[in-house]
């Protein structure tokens, strides 16, 4: 029965019936929580003998190297080796740092802003009319952070295969265009795996500014929770190949591997950049946390090690995934008013809903007591063209309770659906 084709008569029984079970769901009194992608209880269970993996004073030396100590300002030997194995770049390439990759990248951008990048020809900060791209949907925290420092955010369309690279490469013509944010594997919030070609395509570029900066947040690169994991193409050496070796800064780090708030982030770019960025993060800081990036090294221990782990967390998440996609096939699909992706990696299901509705579903389920992401989150500025995104976040609540949540969600979408149709 597609809402799109209901007679007057049809309207009016179907619209009762899906009002009266919002009002079941609001007099429950709910307070269920899908905003943010993070782990579950079961998922932070799971790792929580990290924390006594260090007992022994003699266990605090690295290579030499000892963890309790000032010094090593780009991270212990064996973190750097660690992610650098787990990206397919040079530990020479990987900078080892504190719990947050979201502060390097903003520290990235904020060097660039006050001091300017390796090939800048003057801080940021004395040059206007700055432009960024953004393709969306996509991450709003990322938008956010250029956003800040004053940058016009341009929209890039997202495609199956990634950012739509026709648009980006007449984009990048313009000088003023100094960037671009990237989440290239499970891409938040739909959950696409860039295309060999797209990344070829983005490696290659040939931007019109000197010191265009490639942000590559690959915050889900061996987050697969359906199938195998699945390889993806080093993206410094892909532009090294293209005489970009310095355009692009790769960012990952343990907050959904471990414990979010007390993991490891690093951020992986040139040698050349490394010396750049190491020389100017040297002023602001003697070292990060080395005993947590210790205690991290042994308890991964090495990429296929941390594979093995990354299993028992899709044990744990795909049930919800599942949840979501299977209930969204029962009662939305027939229905005509929303399609969706259905990610095999990652922490979200994106949801488009016919145009209007995104706004008016989400303050519907707000009233029934379930929080969800804004509505335009997705988009730079927080404006969705079409208000028509939804970002879905089923890791956080356990099983019963999505469920309740998304039986939630699908009465606000009906009902927001039907309210739209009687105008």
Same mark, same amino acid.
């Given at each position: 029965m597609g809402y799109q084709n209901l007679t007057a008569a049809e309207w009016k029984t179907e619209y009762g019936k899906v009002l009266a079970e919002f009002e079941g769901w609001k007099a429950r009194g709910l307070t269920l929580n899908m905003a943010r992608g993070k782990p579950g209880k079961a998922q932070l269970d799971l790792v929580s003998d990290i924390m006594t993996v260090l007992t022994d004073p003699d266990d605090c030396m690295d290579e030499g190297v000892n963890a309790r100590n000032y010094g090593e300002l780009s991270g212990i030997p064996s973190a750097r080796?660690? %992610? *650098?194995?787990?990206?397919?770049?040079?530990?020479?390439?990987? %900078? *080892?740092?504190?719990?947050?990759s979201l502060q390097l990248m903003y520290d990235t951008v904020s060097k660039a802003y006050?001091?300017?990048?390796?090939?800048?020809e003057s801080p940021w900060c004395r040059q206007e009319g700055l432009k960024w791209l953004c393709p969306a949907p996509?991450?709003?925290?990322?938008?956010?952070?250029?956003?800040?420092?004053?940058?016009e955010l341009v929209t890039v369309p997202m495609t199956e295969n990634g950012?739509?690279?026709?648009v980006v490469e007449q984009l990048i013509r313009d000088p003023k265009v100094k960037g671009m944010w990237n989440v290239p594997k499970y891409s938040n919030p739909d959950g696409i795996i860039y295309?060999?070609?797209?990344?070829e395509r983005i490696a290659a570029m040939k931007p019109a500014a000197p010191d265009f900066l490639l942000m590559?947040?690959?915050a889900y690169c061996i987050h697969e929770f359906d199938g195998e994991f699945v390889p993806f193409p080093d993206i410094l050496s892909l532009c090294e190949k293209h005489g970009n070796a310095d355009m692009v800064f790769e960012y990952a780090s343990t907050s959904k591997i471990t414990l979010p708030g007390s993991g490891v982030a690093c951020f992986a770019c040139s040698e050349a950049n490394m010396a750049y960025l190491t020389k100017l993060l040297g002023v602001q800081i003697i070292s990060f946390d080395k005993m947590n990036q210790l205690r991290h090294v042994k308890y991964l221990r090495d990429k296929a090690h941390t594979l093995a782990l990354m299993k028992k967390h899709a044990a744990i998440l795909k049930p919800k995934?599942?949840?979501?996609t299977d209930t969204l096939a029962r009662e939305i699909a027939p229905l005509g008013i929303a399609a969706w992706h259905t990610p095999k990696g990652g922490y979200f299901v994106s949801v488009n809903t016919a145009p209007g509705l995104a706004k008016r579903t989400l303050a519907l389920c707000k009233e029934a007591g379930v929080v969800m992401?804004?509505?335009?989150?997705?988009?730079?500025?927080?404006?969705d063209p079409q208000d028509s995104n939804i970002r879905i976040a089923p890791s956080l609540p356990p099983v019963e309770e999505l469920e309740q949540a998304m039986a939630v969600f699908c009465c606000c979408l009906k009902l927001a659906a039907l309210e739209q149709a009687a105008h």
């Open positions: 080796k660690l %992610f *650098a194995e787990i990206l397919g770049c040079k530990p020479s390439q990987v %900078f *080892a740092a504190g719990n947050s006050t001091h300017g990048l390796l090939h800048s996509g991450y709003d925290r990322h938008f956010k952070v250029t956003e800040s420092f004053g940058f950012p739509d690279m026709d295309s060999d070609e797209t990344i590559w947040d690959n995934f599942d949840m979501v992401t804004d509505a335009g989150a997705t988009f730079p500025y927080g404006r």
